[in-house]
């Protein structure tokens, strides 16, 4: 019930609508008993001695007149607010979904959210704008009915109308065995769509592992599961409108045997008696669509209670209430005893205090086998989530009192894996900086080494890269996202191997644009190529969430420890001659 709340709830706005709406159903509901009503004098004057045919006439033209406008009112108004209502919860779901932390995305898969966003959010439209426009009209023209039917016989419309009751508590329960299959079913249609999204966006591994016959059976059995919860709810569905319309039968036989013992007494006109029925049989299409509606509403409960679920989902990393502005980088950035683990406190820390300060300008480089907690390291610094544990300061202030954007604007991230989008070079360039113009980003993109390249496209820099910049190469990929973030042109800069898809030559161009671009930035650099890492202000030696060592190459190299290790093992001396 709260569910059904929660939506009207995004239905308040326009209530203005909603009462017109009302106001067409009650226009329509009267109507429909004035045409039953109306059979009363047709078979009592009119057709016996046309009597009074003319207002008759008149008035089932009227009656039908007003039965269609408010048909038509309600039908347009209750879907024009059910699709408003839908819309609204579809953008505020989306808002919701792109504002949550790194961390709600690596539980959630890219395939069920947008299940959620387009089938769930797809059922519980069918339910505002048909359902509950249903309920509320055709519960109104039954009133409307049994009204004629009390207004002829009221002791017949008793007779009739006793077998009501016994059908409402079937359906209730029916509607509790819908809603739990229809969750079901939801969730079935998410794992068809998360099957899918995953194959299609993996389809080059896919076809290499020659995995398309398994990849096609994990989908059909996600398919073949929804066929089935589907089928559920129909089996039931299908069965309330039969059932109804026997209860119908029952009640016309017992109609019929009463009914026609009263005209023989002459306690009824054929004509009345006529009405009655017709009204009692008008009564059938009301009640056996109203039938569906309780489950009808139960599927789109299902469906609102996981829309809920996701917009209830509280995001850990957020603005403290009254955060200030960060004001503009300018003196150092401090790791005071900073723990972290993926699992929250309780878990097993990934970063183990660690603790280092880098003053405006300099560049830390941060080495370390894979899986000590390089990229994590940098992480936590745009806040991509929060320390467990001590704190990390920018200024002498905590970043978690600073609002996260004023935070981020000061930051530029390359970043391991490449992440472009389905649009022109120059859109994806000027990705972190709205606006810039086209001059700008050709010189970001000079300094980055991409503009080469990008000059020998069909179009240059109106050339569209494909979902993922899946039209260009590995290395062109990471010098766009160099350029970009060259153009954003941000006080502190981190880059997590920034250039390992490169090649030497590449490397070293796109190496001497980034050092170009760290000059005067704060720079926290992930690298395994010593030339960078031997250029660096500070180096910490990472190995397994702890800073084993810190200091600079000479004075690391004359330790002989770690990074001499690391050194031998890991780092790659610059190639002498770039091989062809
Ligand atoms: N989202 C995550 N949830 C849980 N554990 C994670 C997550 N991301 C990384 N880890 C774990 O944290 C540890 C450190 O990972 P991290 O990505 O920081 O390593 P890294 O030093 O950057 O390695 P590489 O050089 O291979 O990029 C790894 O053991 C990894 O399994
Ligand atoms: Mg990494």
Same mark, same amino acid.
């Given at each position: 019930m709260s569910v059904f709340l929660r939506l009207f709830e995004y239905a308040r706005p326009y209530r203005a609508r909603l009462v017109a709406a009302l106001g067409a159903m009650v226009q329509y509901g009267a109507a429909s008993a004035g045409v039953a009503a109306l059979i009363q004098p047709i078979f009592d004057e009119v057709l016996p001695s046309r009597q009074n045919l003319v207002p008759v006439a008149a008035a089932i033209l009227v009656v039908y007149l007003l039965k269609g406008i408010g048909a038509y009112l309600s039908g347009y108004l209750m879907t024009d607010v059910g699709q408003r209502v839908v819309r609204d919860l579809r953008n505020v779901l989306f808002r919701h979904i792109l504002g949550q932390s790194v961390a709600f995305f690596s539980v959630q898969t890219t395939g069920r959210l947008i299940s959620r966003i387009t089938n769930d959010v797809g059922q519980v439209q069918r339910a505002v704008s048909e359902t509950i426009g249903d309920l509320t009209r055709e519960s109104l023209s039954l009133v409307g009915f049994a009204a004629v039917l009390f207004y002829y016989d009221s002791r017949l419309a008793i007779v009739c109308l006793t077998g009501a009751p016994l059908v409402v508590y079937p359906l209730v329960r029916l509607g509790q065995r819908v809603r739990r299959t229809a969750r079901r079913s939801q969730e079935a249609l998410e794992q068809i769509s998360h099957v899918s999204a995953e194959a299609i966006a993996g389809h080059r591994i896919v076809k290499a592992f020659g995995a398309e016959e398994r990849e096609a059976g994990k989908f059909e059995r996600a398919s073949q599961h929804f066929y089935r919860t589907c089928m559920k709810v129909t089996g039931v569905l299908s069965a309330l409108p039969p059932l109804m319309e026997f209860i119908g039968g029952v009640a016309f036989v017992g109609a019929l045997v009463y009914g026609s013992r009263e005209i023989v007494a002459g306690r009824l006109s054929p004509g009345e008696f006529t009405a009655f029925m017709a009204a009692l049989f008008m009564m059938y299409a009301p009640a056996k669509r109203l039938s569906r509606v309780n489950a009808d509403l139960q599927q789109a409960m299902a469906a609102g209670e996981r829309i809920f679920e996701i917009l209830d989902s509280?995001?850990?990393v957020q603005d403290r209430p009254g955060a200030a502005e960060l004001p503009r980088f300018g003196h150092h950035i401090e790791f005071h005893d900073v723990r972290f683990a993926y699992g929250g406190t309780?878990?097993? /820390?990934?970063?183990?205090g660690v603790s280092f300060v880098v003053r405006a300008g300099q560049m830390l480089a941060i080495v370390g086998?894979? +899986? /000590?907690g390089k990229t994590t390291l940098v992480n936590l610094i745009p806040r991509f989530y929060d320390v467990t544990g001590g704190s990390i300061g920018v200024d002498g202030r905590?970043?978690?009192?600073?609002?996260i954007a004023s935070l981020r604007s000061q930051i530029g991230i390359v970043t391991q894996e490449t992440v472009l989008f389905d649009d022109t070079i120059a859109a994806n360039i000027a990705y972190g900086r709205q606006g810039a113009t086209a001059e700008e980003i050709e010189a970001a993109a000079r300094a980055a080494h991409a503009h080469e390249f990008i000059a020998q @496209?069909?179009?240059?820099?109106? /050339?569209m890269i494909g979902e !993922? +910049?899946? !039209? @260009?190469?590995g290395g062109q990929r990471q010098r766009i996202a160099i350029a970009r973030a060259i153009l954003r042109d941000p006080p502190i800069l981190i880059l997590d191997e920034a250039t390992s898809s490169l090649d030497a030559e590449s490397e070293m161009l796109v190496q001497d644009a980034l050092s170009n671009l760290m000059r005067n930035r704060t720079s926290f650099v992930i690298a395994h190529r010593l030339s960078t890492v031997r250029r660096a202000d500070a180096i910490v030696v990472l190995a397994r969430g702890r800073i084993v060592e810190s200091g600079a190459h000479d004075e690391l190299m004359a330790r002989g420890g770690a990074y001499t290790k690391l050194h031998e093992l890991q780092l790659q001396e610059e190639p002498t001659e770039i091989e062809i």
């Open positions: 509280h995001n850990e309780s878990g097993r /820390a990934t970063l183990d086998r894979s +899986g /000590a905590d970043i978690r009192d600073v609002t @496209l069909d179009r240059g820099y109106e /050339a !993922r +910049g899946q !039209r @260009l190469s």
